[in-house]
């Protein structure tokens, strides 16, 4: 007589194993798999695990696209993951060509300049117009009296314009203009006539619109290839794109185009670690070729150049902004959904939430940052 015999089913003892790797990282962070609060990792798909292990940050990111998993307060759980730094835990072995490759190409010269115009800036005003408010300015707003996103955005571009003292009559280069909302902003409120440089047509066509009847100029030119005199240069969200091979490029274009009394003011976000790399996600889905830098490396770069006159970091203000644009966002899908499609959503929700938690957990900064070719006669002394 033969012997009936049953088929176990056996766990997937490597999944299991990849699991509890990363429950030991996350165990810090007090974030959970499946578990009930907010902040707690709901997983849909198994495999997510042994992709995380495998692909870092960027496997992290596109689970979150492919809809393997969920977190209903996805700030919350980016802000611990990021602060007890699990991200730098987790890195693939796969990642050091990238890695190699940042520090010998100069990735951001000028052929490989305008690419993130084309993919992230030029991708339809219509979204932009959506999520960034009455204002298009695609940049920390100044929270310190404001308690919604306009207000914010009128009083960092009212900061700026005090910052640099402007008077009637001044000439500004803003470099990285975007939408020319702070051109306009400047030629309106303080008399002065504006040049603005951007790499994206998208911008270059709303900012004419936009500053139609005012001195203003939008071009499509890149930064280094300016060659006029400004009262005063600003520059807003672009260092970004910058690249660690032309800071001090930079640094130089402004000194050139400044007489010795004039002013240049730096806004972007800052770095507290030294790298010439950027997220691997970030980098393949919403920035290409960009770089967050440091404070050491912008005062490498501004060394025997330009003096330091004022450095105001308000990076916290940006947990508030771009909750802001992704209320706005959410808000506006229904209107944008057939025209970017579900993955696309969800690609744009990690991006905005996952950024807020870097900026809740100070992993990144916030910076204004003036200079000034000789130094302000009797010193400079800092609005805010």
């Known amino acids: 007589m033969l012997q009936e015999t049953t088929t176990v089913a056996r766990p997937n003892t490597r999944a299991n194993r990849y699991r509890a790797q990363l429950e030991r990282l996350l165990e810090p962070c007090d974030v959970r798999f499946n578990g009930d609060r907010p902040c707690d990792i709901q997983v849909h798909d198994e495999r997510l695990y042994a992709r995380v292990i495998a692909e870092g940050s960027l496997g992290f990111g596109e689970a979150y696209m492919d809809g393997w998993w969920d977190c209903e307060d996805l ?3 980016m802000a611990r993951i990021l602060r007890y730094r699990v991200d730098a835990a987790v890195r693939p072995w796969r990642e050091a060509p990238r890695l190699l490759m940042a520090r010998v190409v100069n990735q951001q010269n000028r052929r490989r300049a305008f690419r993130v115009g084309v993919q992230h800036y030029d991708i339809g005003n219509r979204l932009y117009e959506r999520m960034l408010g009455r204002y298009m300015a695609y940049s920390c707003g100044y929270w310190a009296r404001a308690d919604n996103l306009d207000d914010a955005q009128w009083a960092k571009m009212d900061l700026i314009c005090r910052k640099l003292a402007l008077e009637p009559g001044m000439r500004v280069l803003d470099i ?3 939408w020319a909302e702070l051109a306009r902003f400047m030629a309106e409120h303080y008399g002065v006539e504006v040049v603005g440089v951007t790499i994206s047509r998208e911008q270059v066509e709303y900012g004419r619109r936009l500053c139609e009847g005012w001195p203003v100029d939008i071009r499509l030119q890149d930064y280094r290839e300016v060659d006029e005199r400004f009262d005063r240069i600003v520059s807003v969200g672009m260092f970004e794109h910058v690249g660690h091979k032309n800071y001090r490029t930079f640094m130089a274009a402004c000194h050139r185009l400044l007489p010795p009394d004039g002013l240049l003011l730096l806004h972007t976000i800052g770095n507290n670690i030294t790298t010439a790399r950027t997220d691997p996600w970030i980098e393949r889905y919403i920035f290409p070729n960009s770089v967050v ?6 005062a490498d770069a501004a060394d025997r150049i330009l003096l330091l006159e004022d ?14 644009w992704y209320d706005n966002f959410e808000s506006a899908w229904s209107e944008l959904a057939e025209e970017y499609g579900e993955r696309f959503f969800r690609m744009w929700r990690f991006y905005l939430l996952s950024c807020a938690g ?3 957990a100070r992993l990144n900064n916030l910076w204004q940052i003036v200079l ?7 010193g400079y002394v800092a609005p805010r």
């Open 372 to 378: 000034s070719p000789r130094g302000v006669p009797g």
């Open 293 to 298: 830098p440091s404070a050491a490396q912008v």
């Open 75 to 77: 700030a919350e759980a």
């Open 311 to 324: 450095w105001h970091n308000f990076g916290t203000h940006y947990d508030s902004t771009l909750h802001a």
């Open 176 to 178: 990285g203009c975007g």
């Open 358 to 360: 870097s900026f809740r």
